[in-house]
């Protein structure tokens, strides 16, 4: 244990996270994502039992956004909903960034498909429990000055 660290943030999580160069992604997928098809050998760590919310909140402890990204958080859109549709989970994670200074208009709505081609370019895939469809957002990783 170390102090002033989420208690979620395990060894594996923060070896990678503090692995990834400025630019690169980190995805925060849900317990029914192809984590494993998509991600294609990449890393992969799992956090069950725990929402979106709640992982993205220990990946942002110490993750910083990247600025000179246009939106540098996305999230899959939901199937055949009108544009600016949230589901509760990924309204949860908008407020959350909207609470670390990155405005709502900053946050990618990301088709479904794209958002799985979006995913081949993610360095690390965290897998959380999240049990509500369409629970997945992806950070890009910032500068640390």
């Known amino acids: ?3 002033g ?12 996270l503090s692995a990834m160069g400025h630019g690169e992604w980190v995805a925060v997928v849900d317990a ?3 984590a494993d098809f998509l991600g294609k050998g990449k890393a992969l760590v799992r956090l069950p039992g ?18 000179d990204v246009a939106c540098p958080a ?11 549709h949230q589901t509760a989970a990924q309204a949860s994670v ?14 990618e709505a990301v088709e479904r498909f794209a958002f799985y081609e ?10 959380s429990g ?10 890009c990783k910032g500068v640390i000055l």
């Not at 909140?57 to 600025?67: G, H, M, T, W, Y």
């Not at 999230?75 to 055949?80: E, P």
């Not at 908008?94 to 946050?107: C, N, Q, T, W």
């Open 74 to 84: 996305a999230y899959m859109q939901v199937c055949h909903s009108p544009e600016g």
């Open 130 to 139: 999240e049990a509500t469809a369409y629970g997945n957002a992806m950070f």
């Open 1 to 3: 244990m170390l102090k």
């Open 32 to 34: 029914n994502f192809t």
């Open 118 to 127: 979006k995913i081949k370019g993610a360095s690390v895939i965290v897998q």
């Open 94 to 107: 908008v407020a959350l960034l909207s609470h670390e200074g990155l405005p709502a208009s900053r946050v």
């Open 50 to 67: 725990h929402s979106l919310e709640r992982v993205s909140k220990a990946v942002l402890s110490v993750f910083p956004l990247a600025e």
């Open 5 to 16: 660290l989420d208690s979620l943030l395990t060894p594996e999580l923060l070896m990678h």
